[in-house]
């Protein structure tokens, strides 16, 4: 434990830290697919199409927003809330067909404190459980990691579970339940927090690019080990 001259407690020596330089507008290219700036004459077409396959919308259910009835709609929510600086909306392309197929962002961008959140994550049918999914996740954390920030966070409704399992899947350790946090389309929610410190990410970069080597993939697509068995050990707290 580090004391000052007083004999009282304080946090460890972070010497010569500087503030962290902002996330750039700019790609982000991996192997099975590509992050752009999210745009919408670029992008919301595309987008529209991948998510109305889900026909029941139930993947907006934890957002603040949609589904929405129309890709004018879509279009004029994108130029609304998605163009600026913070949150930072990307687009998510398929490799392969080069179709966007679904978005995620920064968001409450600290470069004084060096935190940065993911978050707004929407994946369309098209892009859900495939290796771009969880490649996209990699290529932004290892992006925020190298412009050196010390904190990744995300955060979700606490009653979506299946955000949480996947918090915990990518690395991101449980910090715990801010109750009665927001109230969104009408109803409370309890806010779950998580997340990655810039002396875990070593590891967990590791164990992402052990998860996307091809040769952890058999010749019907089937993951020899998976993404849990590498990150599980390296969780500081599970919840």
Known sequence: MHRNEHGQP???PVPDWRPC?????APLAGRYCRLEPLEPDRHGATLFAADAEDRDGQSWTYLAYGPFASLGEYADWIRRECV???P?????LDAAGKQAVGVASYLRIAP????IEVGHIHYSPRLQR????????YLMMEY?????????????DACNLPSRAAAQRLGFSFEGIFRQALV???RNRDTAWYSILDTEWPALRAAFETWLDPGNFGPEGGQVVRLSELTQPLLARAG
């Open 10 to 12: 304080i946090g460890f």
């Open 21 to 25: 330089p902002r996330p750039a507008r």
């Open 84 to 86: 600026g600086e913070d």
């Open 88 to 92: 930072l909306f990307f687009a998510v």
């Open 112 to 115: 004084a404190a060096g935190s």
């Open 130 to 137: 495939t290796r771009a999914a969880t490649e996209a996740m």
């Open 144 to 156: 925020a990691f190298q412009l050196g920030y010390r904190r990744y966070e995300w955060k979700c």
């Open 184 to 186: 969104y389309r009408g």
